[in-house]
T-cell receptor
Framework: KAGVTQTPRYLIKTRGQQVTLSCSPI?????VSWYQQTPGQGLQFLFE???????NKGNFPGRFSGRQFSNSRSEMNVSTLELGDSALYLC???????????FGEGSRLTVL | GQNIDQPTEMTATEGAIVQINCTYQ??????LFWYQQHAGEAPTFLSY????GLEEKGRFSSFLSRSKGYSYLLLKELQMKDSASYLC???????????FGGGTRLMVKP
């Protein structure tokens, strides 16, 4: 069974640009969550999607947005990038009857 | 709001036992998770506690006291490969959202 797949794994952007990250959950999982991980703040919850609907949202500015497609794949977008957005963005999926989250390897974003 | 505290770093010797503590203050509680994360890798699930008491899983055990807002992860017979960050996370009542502590970086020395 394939794990959670995130693309791209690494990317470099400049301030003011926007970026889109993609996440393919484990087959059969309908819940997809996104987290930001930085050395200073640790893992922080961004948002969760379930059946194409945003179910939870963390305390991030509106520049951070996401969506989920009918096949459960999810994307997150960050607009008007700032230096502080440099981080590892982790996606996690879970399914019915499964208690733990399964994390992908992450997309490492560097903003210059 | 939610606040989760755990030590930043710990060092232990190969073959020994180490206990990593986690205290939490949350507005809701639906379970506590421990994850392991090696440098440059994804976090992987170790344990889950929702009721008070000890859950044992091989060399790893996790304990929960809901009245005290306290959990610990116990690692026995430490191996060099156990050098990693250990993340304590609380699930509140809303879906699959987890609130993580800052993580404890464990270094196992020969």
């Amino acid at each position: 069974k394939a794990g959670v797949t995130q693309t791209p794994r690494y990317l470099i952007k400049t301030r003011g640009q926007q970026v889109t990250l993609s996440c393919s959950p484990i087959s059969g999982h309908r819940s997809v969550s996104w987290y930001q991980q930085t050395p200073g703040q640790g893992l922080q919850f961004l948002f969760e999607y379930f059946s194409e609907t945003q179910r939870n949202k963390g305390n991030f500015p509106g520049r951070f947005s996401g969506r989920q497609f009918s096949n459960s794949r999810s994307e997150m977008n960050v607009s008007t990038l700032e230096l502080g957005d440099s981080a590892l963005y982790l996606c996690a999926s879970t399914g019915h009857g499964v208690r733990e989250l399964f994390f992908g390897e992450g997309s490492r974003l560097t903003v210059l | 709001g939610q606040n989760i505290d755990q030590p930043t770093e710990m060092t232990a010797t190969e073959g020994a036992i180490v206990q990593i503590n986690c205290t939490y203050q949350t507005s809701g509680f639906n379970g506590l998770f421990w994850y392991q994360q090696h440098a440059g890798e994804a976090p992987t699930f170790l344990s889950y506690n929702v009721l008070d008491g000890l859950e044992e899983k091989g060399r790893f055990s996790s304990f929960l006291s809901r009245s005290k807002g306290y959990s610990y992860l116990l690692l026995k017979e430490l191996q060099m490969k156990d050098s990693a960050s250990y993340l304590c996370a609380v699930q509140n009542n809303a879906g699959n959202m987890l609130t993580f502590g800052g993580g404890t970086r464990l270094m196992v020395k020969p």
